[in-house]
């Protein structure tokens, strides 16, 4: 199906200067490419926010839409306001899984086709009305539970091997202080 038949874009958005105290803002660099982690500190005071931001939900997906070659894609777990370089989607659950949306427009072949989508020179950006008519795959929606279960398997693996990593770096530093 076209990536527009399964979600659509939220284009919800909230002037910082009307509220007050802290919130959680995503920019482009809380984003990292290629892992959909975010990184970085995201909690602002609304004061030192100066122009309107875009407003997420938990589910909703993040896409840099800005320099979208970093592919930068966040499946939200926090409620917040981001910048408007970042296009909020969100998954249409009868028909796909949030989990399963962030994981295909992070894809290799997804981004290859957005890039033929580019336009600037100089900051090169996508319109959610070209990525929109992208094609992508649509398993039924049994299959895609167990897809992203076997993906958060995968990822719970990989984060293990982080702190082992960490660890043993850890260990390897100390010795040397000691040496």
Same mark, same amino acid.
């Given at each position: 199906?076209?990536?527009?038949?399964?979600?659509?874009?939220?284009?919800?958005?909230?002037?910082?200067?009307?509220?007050?105290?802290?919130?959680?803002?995503?920019?482009?660099?809380?984003?990292?490419?290629?892992?959909?982690?975010?990184?970085?500190?995201?909690?602002?005071?609304?004061?030192?926010?100066?122009?309107?931001?875009?407003?997420?939900?938990?589910?909703?997906?993040?896409?840099?839409?800005?320099?979208?070659?970093?592919?930068?894609?966040?499946?939200?777990?926090?409620?917040?306001?981001?910048?408007?370089?970042?296009?909020?989607?969100? =998954?249409?659950?009868?028909?796909? +899984? &949030?989990? !399963?949306?962030? #994981?295909?427009?992070?894809?290799? %072949?997804?981004? @290859? /086709?957005?890039?033929?989508?580019?336009?600037?020179?100089?900051?090169?950006?996508?319109?959610?009305?070209?990525? =929109?008519?992208?094609?992508?795959? +649509? &398993?039924? !929606?049994?299959? #895609?539970?167990?897809?992203?279960? %076997?993906?958060? @398997? /995968?990822?719970?693996?990989?984060?293990?091997?982080?702190?082992?990593?960490?660890?043993?770096?850890?260990?390897?530093?100390?010795?040397?202080?000691?040496?």
């Amino acid at each position: 199906m076209r990536l527009g038949e399964v979600c659509e874009r939220v284009q919800d958005q909230l002037n910082p200067q009307n509220i007050k105290g802290r919130i959680n803002c995503i920019g482009l660099e809380n984003i990292e490419s290629n892992t959909g982690l975010l990184i970085g500190n995201i909690d602002a005071d609304v004061k030192t926010i100066k122009s309107t931001k875009g407003i997420f939900q938990i589910n909703d997906v993040l896409y840099g839409k800005l320099r979208p070659n970093l592919n930068k894609v966040w499946l939200a777990n926090i409620e917040g306001i981001c910048s408007t370089d970042i296009l909020i989607l969100r =998954s249409h659950e009868n028909k796909i +899984l &949030p989990n !399963l949306l962030a #994981q295909i427009l992070r894809n290799f %072949e997804f981004n @290859k /086709e957005v890039l033929k989508g580019l336009n600037g020179a100089q900051l090169p950006r996508v319109s959610f009305d070209y990525i =929109s008519k992208i094609k992508i795959p +649509l &398993p039924p !929606l049994e299959i #895609q539970k167990q897809l992203v279960a %076997e993906a958060e @398997k /995968e990822q719970e693996i990989i984060e293990a091997n982080k702190r082992l990593i960490n660890i043993m770096e850890q260990k390897i530093t100390d010795l040397l202080n000691d040496i």
